[in-house]
């Protein structure tokens, strides 16, 4: 069964909707937000105060946050919840070698991450050296429509499916070079579906070019992205085709040859 038939086949009975409230107070920290007031969460979840405490306290029982007065942060036992994932998924260690060693001979940081929503979810990294203001980790997340690796991501679900989860992202002009025309952003993820791989210049942050291909299993469907990230003032968007294209498709290879 499909998510999406899944979805259909959900009973209003079968939803846990405290649970799914918890969820996104969760979700609301992040690299930027890691102290959060019961305002704070309110705002970025969209939930009642009343709703955000009563999670808010609930994480903190369970030793998952810690509260001193005003503000919640996040503990180390979130990690469970992640861990759990990388426990149970063998993907990201069965990658980190191929990381490594695209890296080595690229002399640049490569990264494979997957779809989540509207957004790409870091699962394997391998840095040569730090090219954007943020600091990229396996956990870490990036909007899918300005990201090679998320054009590549999205290029592999159909065109409706694509078209939605653009209406549901805040397109937002990171540099002068991003695209935030949904038609526009529509051809350029046709595009990268034709010729399978994408390059961002610049549309991310300033200063960055990266490129990305697929990574699928034996039966050709796509499960993860693959991609290297290099300094604009290095190396021009023809130079990542030119030089990195070849050691990504030969790393996707290998890797997709090496599934089970």
Do not use: W
């Not at 695209?179 to 960055?208: F, H, K, P, S, T």
């Amino acid at each position: 069964m499909t998510k999406n038939e899944m979805r259909a086949t959900l009973k209003e009975t079968d939803f846990v909707s405290g649970f799914a409230k918890g969820l996104r107070v969760i979700e609301s920290f992040g690299e930027q937000d890691r102290r959060l007031s019961i305002s704070d969460v309110a705002r970025k979840t969209e939930l009642d105060r009343a709703t955000v405490r009563r999670s808010l306290l609930t994480l903190v029982e369970l030793g998952y946050a810690d509260y001193d007065g005003k503000f919640f942060t996040l503990t180390s036992r979130i990690l469970r919840l992640g861990h759990s994932y990388l426990s149970a998924t063998p993907l990201p260690l069965l990658l980190q070698p191929h990381l490594d060693l695209l890296s080595d001979k690229t002399g640049q940081s490569s990264s494979a991450s997957v779809l989540d929503d509207t957004e790409i979810v870091y699962i394997a990294r391998a840095s040569q050296r730090r090219v954007m203001s943020i600091n990229l980790n396996p956990g870490s997340r990036l909007p899918a429509y300005c990201s090679s690796m998320g054009r590549v991501l999205l290029s592999a679900l159909p065109e409706d499916d694509i078209r939605s989860a653009l209406s549901r992202t805040e397109l937002k002009a990171n540099t002068d070079r991003t695209i935030v025309d949904i038609d526009q952003l529509m051809a350029e993820i046709r595009r990268v579906r034709e010729q399978g791989y994408a390059v961002i210049n610049q549309e991310l942050e300033l200063g960055l070019c990266s490129i990305a291909v697929p990574l699928r299993n034996r039966r050709g469907a796509t499960i993860a992205a693959l991609n290297v990230g290099a300094p604009a003032a290095h190396v021009s968007p023809e130079q990542m085709v030119s030089l990195f294209l070849p050691l990504l498709q030969e790393a996707a290879e290998n890797i997709r040859l090496s599934l089970g």
